[in-house]
């Protein structure tokens, strides 16, 4: 019986030290470093739709900018402006400034404002 269990200790213990090598093996980099990662991406994405959301409020409210005829997309912040109705290139100049003073908007890019 006794050399049952000595037998079954150095099995377990070999076991366990095989399944660690193969778990440290496997793993290339930190959880914790992961974890950050997707944090980042978390933070770009939220900041993102703010940027775009506070972008086309300040649209909406400014007098002479038909800002329910822009879009606005963002992305890592930059900010892209379009639309499908033709505006003047005084209301496409307001609505890049407007844009362009938000916090966190690193560039704008009107290319896609149709101008009369």
Known sequence: MKKFAIAAATATALTLTMANA???AQSTQAPMTLAAGEVTKAKEATSDTWITTK??????T???VPGSD???E???GVVSLSSDVAITDAQKDMAVAI???IKG??????DG???E
């Open 62 to 64: 400014e007098k002479g």
């Open 55 to 60: 972008v086309k409020a300040d649209l909406m």
């Open 70 to 72: 822009i879009k606005v």
């Open 99 to 101: 844009a362009k003073k």
């Open 113 to 115: 404002l149709k101008a």
């Open 105 to 110: 908007v690193q560039a704008v890019s009107a």
């Open 74 to 76: 963002t992305n890592k």
């Open 22 to 24: 193969a778990f440290a």
